[in-house]
């Protein structure tokens, strides 16, 4: 028996993840001598309806169908879309057919994550927001939230093992626990231990709601680190915290009163876009977990609109192959690809592989961009 119930790579390449009745249909159109050229679609939506979300997991998507016998376009990450193919799939039915299961579970998880760090990070455009949110998810799947997370525009994030598959570095610095490992009464203690324990490249922050009133453990950390306390966070339980944009305000001005203005406030425990609008005027950082981590997937769906070479679909879904396009003032629109140039803005779906090679590289800060840029032109979590 394995350790954890975690379905391995080996599984999601060779194309065992899958939905049992993909195996049966690859029986069955092998005993009947079938295998037509097909063209396949993902969609979240047939037209666009204005409800943006961002697209994610592209590059896992990449990596799942490379070296297959087909041919794949798809929206580059980063990029918003509201309906209309997001990734398009020519070739043989039996080459991709057992990988709909995998492909469909790593764009719509992703993209669901991306589309919650995005729209965390437009409610508090001009904050630091960090990704706190791994523990809301199992470990297996860390990295693929923390990648989310930034792809979302978040700052940065806490997870360890994470930030070794990204290349990126977690941040953080202490939690209640290690208050309470000293006891109630000595939090200075355990400010002062963490001040010398850890290197000089961690940020000084002090979590300062454990036992006692917001303010007064505030203060007796700046007593405690004098010049070298960065920030103070708040995490106060919910159903002890009370008015928090009136607990963060009362802090700043005890801070600003004794000349402890560049102290800096970080507020974590249970935040949202909502939390963030109405804080973010009275604190310089949050951390947000279980909105982001905690998304509901995009409702994708895979589709074959088109076999050897005619418009083909089922019922409620529509046939021929199609093209997204965005004009440069937001606005999206939904063709038949064969009419690809037209007027109606730029083409999103790009070349992804091409006879199982991969032809596109990732460029993780570059998504972000694009995803910011995007939020930006259509008015994304626009209140």
Known sequence: MEPFDIVGPEAISDGTATDAYFQRTETTLRHAGRNPTVVAEVTADQFPDGEFELLAGVKDAAALLSGLDVDVDAIPEGRLFDGGPVLRIEGPYLAFARYETSLLGLLSHASGIATAALEARRAAPESTVLSFGARHVHPSLAAVVERCALLGGLDGFSHVAA????????????????????????????????????GPEVPRVALCDTYGDE?????????????????????????????????????????????????????????????????????????????????????????????????????????????????????????????????????????????????????????????????????????
């Not at 939690?175 to 000293?182: N, Q, R, S, V």
């Not at 589709?303 to 003032?329: H, M, N």
């Not at 629109?333 to 779906?349: I, Q, W």
Request: proline share 3%; glycine share 14%.
């Open 163 to 198: 930030g070794e598959v990204l290349g990126r570095e977690a941040g953080g610095t202490m939690p209640h626990a290690l208050l309470i490992c000293f006891g109630r009464g000595n939090q200075e203690a355990g400010w002062q231990a963490f001040d010398e324990a850890v």
């Open 215 to 383: 303010v007064d453990e505030v203060l007796r950390a700046v007593e405690t680190l004098g010049e070298d306390l960065d920030s103070v966070r708040l995490d106060t339980t919910g159903s002890r915290r009370g008015d928090f944009q009136h607990i963060l305000r009362e802090v700043r001005w005890e801070l600003d009163a004794r000349g402890h203005g560049d102290v800096d406030l970080f507020v974590s425990g249970g935040l949202g876009p909502t939390e963030l609008r109405t804080l973010r005027d009275v604190a310089d950082g949050f951390g947000v977990g279980g909105y982001v981590a905690n998304a509901d997937p995009v409702d994708f769906a895979l589709d074959i609109v088109e076999v050897d070479g005619e418009p083909a679909a089922k019922r409620g879904k529509l046939s021929g192959a199609k093209q997204a396009y965005r004009t440069p003032e937001g606005g999206h629109h939904v063709g038949l690809a064969e009419r690809e140039g037209s007027s109606e803005g730029e083409p999103l779906l790009e070349p992804l592989v091409r006879d199982g090679e991969v032809v596109r590289e990732f460029d993780l800060d570059a998504a972000t961009e694009r995803a910011l840029a995007d939020a930006e032109t259509v008015g994304f979590g626009a209140t």
